[in-house]
């Protein structure tokens, strides 16, 4: 008996062994690092500059208070954010659950019974008797093929999935708050932008009034000033509008409640033009950077996920071996029940092999099979996505810094313009209609500008966002 148990044992652990590959991270094709270092000192350069999502606290670089105000609010208050944490729990709970099979089930049972028979045939007779129990009672299935192991592995790769889908919510999220907050600010100046060239044109308009009414100028003239005058006020009532909805999302992303959206006003901190912090991009970026952004990270635990649940769908198509067990105290009365000879005990093994089940196994199997390819699609596709945000963000922001210089340079080349017009107009060197046209291009001009300055902060946002964290200026944050 024991030749045939021993081999048995042997051959039962080598193919347990066999079910189901271990997670190996699949190879992407990276570019080249953009650093100049020499060989030996790359990975030590690299190592101390890489920027990993460690703290949500990277819009600290744009030296804000107002914005650090709204990003703490956003990261205590946010719904989306809670969530995702609660998300994180429900999976953490999910893994306690997984590894409970790693143990035996023990049950404590207590038992009474009470029973009568009553027979007439010959005679009459009756027979009441009870019965008295209680014992624990054990099972446990053997893990011969690492099925509940591997479900153990799939439940913990999608805890870690979810933490990195919560981080990567609270990097959205404070990306987001951040450049909402700039466009709040943009906003802000641009309306008062408007503003006081609605005064400058009702200015303006006072003073073609009195000329018309003394036969100096034309209707003509009159109605052009005043055309000018009612479509920067319209502007300025679109840009309040937009600056109200903008602040109501604002609201909204760090979690005020309806009450405080209707009664309270935000902070408006600074003008954005004021904003002379813009933190400037790090010329080199290393390509293994980007491998550490939480959303590649929750893809990567979820290709692991679904590697274990493989493995867990291909345990099924073997045997599986349980073995229960029971002892305790039994006695037809209840004062016997703790003597010595009441004791009672029983344990028992059973095997179980599936040998059809309409292809349920094998199919479920092969379903998991096809999940794990979805998902490694996916993870490429995530690494694909990662490299085009921050070539995007790097791209835009190199091309925002061209386009802010030249934008100051045409408002301030238009500011000089304007000022000659006026002069020439005054002088009676040139018409009225050339002093509106500069008038009108000033605006667009000045609007611009602020938009260009919103542009490139919002490129340092994306880069943030792209690498995964924020960088110092002495180089990345480790």
């Known amino acids: ?11 039962t652990f080598l193919l347990s062994a066999c079910v189901g590959k271990n997670f190996k991270k699949p190879e992407t094709e990276l570019p080249a690092d953009q650093t100049e270092q020499s060989a030996e000192n790359k990975d030590e350069q690299i190592n101390k500059d890489i920027s990993a999502f460690e703290t949500e606290e990277w819009w600290h670089i744009f030296q804000d208070v107002v914005l650090d105000k709204f990003e703490e609010e956003a990261l205590k208050y946010n719904y989306d954010l809670k969530s995702a944490m609660a998300r994180v729990e429900q999976a953490k709970a999910n893994l ?13 049972y ?24 209680v014992g624990i009672s054990a099972s446990y299935e053997l893990d011969l093929w690492g099925k509940y192991w591997r479900s153990g592995e799939s439940a913990k790769a999608t805890f870690l999935a979810t933490q990195a889908d919560q981080d990567a919510v609270k990097l959205t999220l404070t990306a987001t708050v951040a450049q909402v907050y700039f466009q709040y600010m943009a906003l802000d100046s641009q309306l008062e932008i408007a503003q006081n060239t609605l005064k400058s044109r009702e200015d303006s308009y006072d003073v073609y009034t009195k000329r018309f009414n003394k036969g100096v100028i034309s209707e003509f003239d009159l109605r052009r000033v005043e055309a000018e005058m009612e479509s920067v006020r319209a502007q300025v009532y679109t840009v309040e509008q937009i600056l109200k909805q903008t602040e109501t999302a604002l609201s909204i992303l760090i979690g005020r409640s309806p009450k405080n959206m209707v009664n309270d006003t935000l902070d408006k901190g600074n003008k954005i033009k004021d904003v002379v912090v813009i933190p400037q991009v790090p010329a080199a970026v290393p390509s293994d950077l980007i491998s550490r952004r939480p959303d590649i990270k929750a893809s990567e635990y979820t290709l692991k996920s679904y590697n274990a649940e493989i493995g867990a769908a291909k345990a099924y ?16 009365e209840l004062e016997d029940l703790f003597k010595e000879d009441s004791d009672t005990w029983s344990y028992s093994g059973d095997i179980l092999w599936p040998i059809f089940s309409g292809g349920k196994n094998m199919k479920t ?11 490694l699609s996916s993870y490429q596709k995530s690494i694909q996505t990662a490299f085009k945000e921050v070539l995007d963000a790097i791209n835009t922001y190199s091309l925002g810094e061209k386009i802010l210089a030249a934008r100051q340079q045409e408002s301030l080349a238009l500011q000089k313009s304007y000022e000659l017009a006026i002069k020439r107009e005054k002088a009676g060197l040139t018409d009225l209609l050339d002093v509106l046209d500069v008038e009108r291009t000033l ?4 609007m611009d500008l602020v938009s260009a300055k919103q542009d490139q902060l919002n490129a340092v946002v994306d880069i943030c966002k792209a690498l995964g964290g924020g960088w110092t200026e002495d180089g990345f944050k480790k």
């Open 96 to 108: 306690s659950v997984a590894r409970s099979n790693y143990y035996p089930t023990i049950n404590l």
């Open 317 to 332: 198509l073997f045997p599986s071996i349980s073995l229960t067990g029971k002892a305790g105290y039994a006695s037809y």
């Open 443 to 446: 605006l667009q001009a000045e």
């Open 1 to 11: 008996m024991k030749r045939i148990i021993l081999p048995l044992i042997l051959t």
């Open 365 to 375: 199997y092969k379903a998991k099979k096809a999940q794990y390819e979805q998902a």
């Open 110 to 133: 207590g038992q009474v019974a009470d029973s009568k028979s009553n027979r007439r045939m010959h005679y009459d007779w009756g027979m009441d008797s009870g019965r008295f129990a």
